[in-house]
């Protein structure tokens, strides 16, 4: 079990970003949460087997087809055992 945070730059916001993560972390089994930020970025965490998140970060690295990331960070941290996965407002 592995936990990954991610911040994504660029044009993220009103384009489904949070919907799509959210449908491709449910698909893997992925736990965890995604939202918009007041900075214009969207965060992300992902909770589950290594390969799983690892597919998860990569989606975020392109997201859905209106959006443009122009870069991602993640940070490694402690898993916390969510279940689940859910859009933050």
């Known amino acids: ?37 007041v900075d214009g970025t969207v965060e992300a965490v992902f909770e589950g087997e290594p390969d799983a998140v690892e597919a998860a970060v990569e989606f975020t690295r392109t997201g859905p087809p ?4 122009e870069r991602v960070e993640v940070f490694e941290e402690e898993p916390e055992g969510l279940a689940g996965f859910e859009i933050r407002h």
Do not use: L, P, Y
């Open 1 to 37: 079990m592995i936990r990954r945070r991610v911040i994504v730059h660029g044009r993220v916001q009103g384009v489904f970003f949070r919907d799509s993560t959210r449908r491709e972390a449910q698909e893997r089994g992925v736990a965890g949460w995604v939202r918009n930020r």
């Open 66 to 69: 209106r959006a443009r990331v």
